[in-house]
């Protein structure tokens, strides 16, 4: 599915996909696709096609809306105590924040921030439901709830 947005500057424009390098490709589709309902799209690499070669793994998956989250395997295992990937954080968005990060809690995530409502004012005041949580991987996944962003 190829959804174009509206940047003329360069002729489309919106998310597309968020990029992570994994540590345990398997461990990782399970969690996006089972416990946060991912669907995969399209893979590639020599163990997508059951050939060996298991660091050249990769995959989309599409997160619910056409936008993907791209998987590459070959990661390297970070300690607790490293710092944090050069990815920030990623957000998906929700209808019920509450209920999203209770489905990653399920699915092994490491909850980082509980559900609440922050409430900001920015260009037109907002509130918006937020919580955060770790994959796999130690990739920092925020869940997104606001009725008009």
Do not use: Q
């Not at 395997?73 to 998906?92: N, Q, S």
């Amino acid at each position: 599915m190829s959804k174009l947005g509206t940047n003329d500057a360069i002729a489309g424009g919106g998310f597309h996909h968020l990029a992570i390098r994994c540590y345990d490709y398997d461990t990782t589709l399970k969690f996006y696709i089972d416990g946060l309902g991912c669907t995969r799209r399209y893979g590639w690499g020599a163990d997508e096609r059951g050939s060996g070669g298991k660091d050249s793994r990769a995959c989309m998956l599409d997160t619910g809306d056409g936008n993907y989250l791209e998987v590459f395997a070959g990661g390297t295992k970070r300690g607790a105590d490293e710092p944090e990937p050069v990815m920030f954080h990623f957000a998906l968005r929700t209808n019920d924040c509450v209920k999203a990060l209770e489905r990653a809690r399920a699915a092994g995530a490491i909850v980082t921030v509980e559900p609440k409502k922050v409430e900001v004012a920015g260009d037109v005041p907002e509130v918006f439901h937020i919580a955060f949580c770790k994959g796999p991987d130690g990739e920092v996944i925020e869940f997104f709830e606001n009725a008009n962003l």
